[in-house]
């Protein structure tokens, strides 16, 4: 029987598959492609950079180039168009004046809106040039390609591996049981692919070691149907000048325009998340008016403690890694494989396992039958172990999430907190979140910002556990923030030596997994809880501040008014004011005889008003105090010391409370 042609049997290559299948690791249209581009070789290079406690330094590069640059790149001849008619951008005259009419529309709305909110003439200016832009990207006829240059200082790859780690599909050094932000060793793989498929044009890579006396060069792309590296040139350049790190530039086919503002989201986000980094971002457009150039300067030399590889928890693992593990470990009695190569398995236990698998202890574990296997599987499911500590992990930490947040936001208040080590599946995990009101580019309602083995997730954020957790689990009037009005930024960055990702993507966490999803609520509700102790405060001062106020504002009516009256009284005659002098006390009548006399006019009344306000403004600090315990209420964090050695104290100032000493140049 002759084989139909959909009954051949076909192979594909893991690069194949992801080549045809490039949504599933976030490569998805030109413009998702050229973000993930960024973000995964700049994940690399903050990898690269932690795994050896370097402050990282990363510089990002995307050049704008226009297909017939391109072109000229790939040899290839530009020619004029022959049939204008053929081609996509061809305008019928019909066509240009529909399109024409819209623009001139679309212009006299933006003046008239610009009338009505008092826009600046530069305000004005900058939207319609900003129009142009638009206008001009979108009806240019040239596809944009894009050169992305990320360079780290971190700790560069071996020359040999550099063909592999580059060229070859799921290959890497973070498979092990470590907190990484890269995991697959897939991103740069995918990368390449996609310049392949857009572009044609290989990867080139300059890398070297610490310490080493020379710098890779490599050019090289990627065999997609035999998923193997291809080089096309390799070097040793002289390193004396002592650089370390990595160098990676593609050229791709991208979309600015529509994904200009996710990188930057972006990079700003994972300045939050990393503020002891330095990012150094610059586009440059053909047209040098568009280029931009940011700096997100890093902050703090305080960086979390890199994470450290771990052994895998008992509970986690399947058939396959115990024979696995067993094949290729060193150790060659059960005992010592127990011990050594599981976390949390001490030498007691392991001596105590081999007998409830009815097992020689001083079996090799190389030799252990497949049935031994599944019953070390079963056992070790059904055993009951201590949970893995967290000590591998490595999250942010408050102190430099809090940092992040205020020097990216500048909110006007934040709390932090960092939940206790919780365990899924075997995998420890710690859960990290802050809460931010106000600050600036910030929009009114929750703003949500989700962060995984410290990477920002922007994509896909309805399903994650993160976001469903902030809108849907907390109750956040009960904190009294609005969470429609107010601005608030929900920060929660979990770390794991596993995330529960769904996709190769890495774009959001499972809402399905209990333990997280808990831990995430009690986070944000710590936060929450620290905010609202702020808040009650904060609402506090402004409701005694608006008191204040409105009674500041009647003093000069009622100040006029009192006078007119004792003027009145002062003005009676003598025995009329004898036959009263009964009925007033002391205090008016010296009162009176003070208007009388001219030492209280007007402006006395006035100022003693005054008086008397600041004085209920003092009282009611007092009774609050004391509602709320003095030590509490009284208690105001305050940080003085001398900016340097030039400064000494100065003269000092008592008061009940205590001493304050003013600071004085030397
Ligand atoms: N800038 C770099 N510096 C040092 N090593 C690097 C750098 N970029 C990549 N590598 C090495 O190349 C390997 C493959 O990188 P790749 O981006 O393909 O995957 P990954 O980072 O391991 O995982 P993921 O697919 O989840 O990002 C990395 O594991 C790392 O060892």
């Not at 019928?92 to 610009?114: I, N, P, S």
């Not at 129009?131 to 050169?147: G, I, M, N, P, T």
């Not at 593609?250 to 002891?276: C, D, E, H, M």
């Not at 008014?561 to 006390?585: G, H, I, M, P, Y």
Request: include cysteine.
């Amino acid at each position: 029987m002759v084989k139909q042609k959909e009954d051949l049997l076909q192979q594909k290559s893991p690069a194949e598959f992801f080549a045809d299948n490039r949504t599933i690791a976030g490569f998805d249209n030109p413009g998702k492609c050229l973000y993930t581009t960024i973000r995964e070789l700049v994940e690399n290079g903050l990898d690269a950079a932690e795994s050896i406690s370097q402050l990282p330094e990363i510089e990002i590069t995307v050049t704008e180039i226009s297909q017939q640059q391109l072109n000229r790149m790939r040899g290839v001849t530009n020619h004029d168009r022959i049939d204008e008619e053929l081609y996509q951008d061809f305008e019928t005259d019909g066509v240009k004046q529909k399109r024409l009419a819209k623009e001139a529309k679309e212009m006299e709305r933006l003046e008239k809106q610009a009338a009505k909110r008092g826009d600046t003439a530069a305000a004005l200016d900058g939207k319609k040039k900003e129009l142009e832009v638009k206008r001009a990207q979108a009806s240019r006829a040239d596809k944009v390609f894009f050169q992305v240059t990320v360079r780290d200082n971190g700790m560069g790859m071996a020359h040999k591996d550099i063909p592999d780690m580059l060229g070859r599909v799921l290959s890497g050094t973070k498979y092990g049981v470590k907190q990484t932000r890269g995991k697959f060793g897939l991103g740069a793989k995918m990368a390449l692919i996609w310049s392949k498929m857009s572009t044609g044009l290989p990867i080139e890579v300059t890398s070297a070691r610490p310490g080493s006396a020379t710098r890779s060069y490599f050019k090289l792309d990627l065999d997609i149907q035999r998923n193997q590296p291809n080089v096309h040139e390799q070097k040793l350049l002289d390193n004396s000048d002592g650089w370390h790190g990595a160098e990676l530039s593609v050229i791709i086919a991208g979309n600015w325009q529509y994904y200009r503002a996710k990188v930057l989201k972006y990079l700003q986000q994972i300045a939050v998340i990393t503020p002891y980094a330095q990012f150094e971002f610059a586009f440059q457009a053909e047209d040098e008016k568009n280029s931009i150039r940011v700096t997100f300067a890093r902050r703090t030399t305080t960086m979390p403690q890199p994470p450290k590889a771990t052994k895998h928890h008992p509970s986690s693992v399947d058939l396959e890694l115990i024979k696995r593990l067993a094949a290729s470990t060193p150790c060659t009695s059960l005992i010592s494989f127990l011990s050594k190569e599981f976390d949390c398995i001490s030498r007691d236990l392991a001596e105590k396992i081999p007998l409830e698998m009815r097992c020689d202890p001083s079996t090799s574990p190389a030799e252990l039958t497949s049935k031994q296997i599944v019953a070390m599987h079963d056992l070790l499911h059904q055993l009951r172990f201590h949970n893995p500590d967290g000590a591998h992990l490595s999250p942010a930490g408050e102190y430099n999430l809090r940092l992040g947040i205020m020097k990216e936001l500048r909110p006007e208040m934040v709390a932090t907190h960092q939940g206790a080590v919780g365990v899924h599946e075997g995998h420890a995990f710690i859960v990290e979140a802050a809460i931010s009101v106000g600050g600036r580019n910030i929009k009114p309602g929750l703003n949500i910002h989700r962060f995984s083995n410290r990477i920002p997730l922007l994509f896909e954020g309805g399903s994650d556990v993160i976001t469903r957790t902030a809108i849907k689990r907390i109750n956040w009037s009960q904190y009294k923030i609005n969470q429609t009005s107010d601005k608030v930024g929900v920060f929660v960055s979990l770390v794991s030596t596993k995330i529960p990702f769904k996709g190769a993507g890495k774009e959001y966490i499972a809402d399905d997994v209990e333990e997280i999803q808990l831990a995430v609520r009690t986070a944000i509700q710590q936060c929450c809880v620290q905010l609202k102790n702020k808040i009650t405060k904060q609402q506090a001062a402004r409701d005694q501040r608006q008191r204040k106020k409105n009674l500041t504002k009647y003093i000069p009516n009622v100040a006029a008014a009192l006078f007119t009256v004792l003027q009145a009284v002062a003005d009676r005659k003598e025995d009329e004011q004898a036959a009263k002098r009964r009925r007033r006390d002391e205090e008016a009548e010296e009162v009176v005889l003070g208007v009388r006399s001219g030492d209280v006019t007007e402006p006395t009344l006035v100022a003693r008003l005054q008086q008397h306000v600041e004085q209920i403004d003092v009282d009611m600090a007092l009774e609050y105090q004391l509602q709320q315990g003095v030590t509490e209420a009284a208690k105001l964090e305050a940080h003085l010391m001398p900016l340097s050695a030039r400064h000494a104290y100065g003269p000092e100032a008592h008061c009940d409370v205590g001493v304050i000493r003013r600071l004085q140049e030397l």
